[in-house]
T-cell receptor, first 111, second 120 residues
Framework: GQQLNQSPQSMFIQEGEDVSMNCTSS?????WLWYKQDPGEGPVLLIALYKAGELTSNGRLTAQFGITRKDSFLNISASIPSDVGIYFC???????????FGGGTRLMVKP | NAGVMQNPRHLVRRRGQEARLRCSPMKGHSHVYWYRQLPEEGLKFMVYLQKENIIDESGMPKERFSAEFPKEGPSILRIQQVVRGDSAAYFC??????????????????FGSGTQLSVL
């Protein structure tokens, strides 16, 4: 089946630093989404990308849909303590009925 | 502004008992998805339902697991004769129907807070 590989698996950074994480796929997706999950909660949608090459921002977050449609990255600028959590990429292809999730990147921010 | 509601938040069962997890989608949403998350892992798709229909159950174990989304009431994920390996967080998500005429897909999922199932 389809697989999404996220890297890094975890990051421990200083408050104020920029963060970058990415997601690669063994197959093409037509939509990429990035979610954040806080402890004990469900994932919350951050950014959705619909076109290859698309670059989209949401506040301090920026995400891009790779040209090959097999990858995406998420950047967080000037990190703050509330950015702590697990970030998941998810891909959707029009042939399927569900989102396929990556394994997550656990972000820890030191004040 | 009610989101996706799941209950219970925590469920403890002994091996061999039945677990029933409930999910009420967001108002106006007619599509429900169930995902399972093991500790330190991502979410794995289980089943996709519309009202009174199972659309895709390719991620659901063939035995002991079933799901329904009746015309009235919440969606139910039922696990019979639970085993320790069923311990996980179970998340429900819903999405609106956007219509095939527009060429859009219902990929934006809104998740509930999950049910943490612990099997003793």
């Amino acid at each position: 089946g389809q697989q999404l590989n996220q890297s890094p698996q975890s990051m421990f950074i200083q408050e104020g630093e920029d963060v970058s994480m990415n997601c690669t796929s063994s197959s093409i997706f037509n939509t990429w989404l990035w979610y954040k999950q806080d402890p004990g909660e469900g994932p919350v949608l951050l950014i959705a990308l619909y076109k290859a090459g698309e670059l989209t921002s949401n506040g301090r977050l920026t995400a891009q849909f790779g040209i090959t449609r097999k990858d995406s990255f998420l950047n967080i600028s000037a990190s703050i303590p509330s950015d702590v959590g697990i970030y998941f990429c998810a891909g959707h292809d029009d042939a399927g009925n569900m989102l396929t999730f990556g394994g997550g990147t656990r972000l820890m921010v030191k004040p | 502004n009610a989101g996706v509601m799941q209950n219970p938040r925590h469920l403890v069962r002994r091996r061999g008992q039945e677990a029933r997890l409930r999910c009420s989608p967001m108002k106006g949403h007619s599509h429900v998805y169930w995902y399972r998350q093991l500790p330190e892992e991502g979410l794995k798709f289980m089943v996709y339902l519309q009202k009174e229909n199972i659309i895709d159950e390719s991620g659901m174990p063939k035995e002991r697991f079933s799901a329904e989304f009746p015309k009235e009431g919440p969606s139910i994920l039922r696990i019979q004769q639970v085993v320790r390996g069923d311990s996980a967080a179970y998340f429900c998500a819903s999405s609106p129907w956007v219509g095939q005429i527009m060429g859009a897909t219902n990929e934006k999922l809104f998740f509930g807070s999950g049910t943490q199932l612990s099997v003793l």
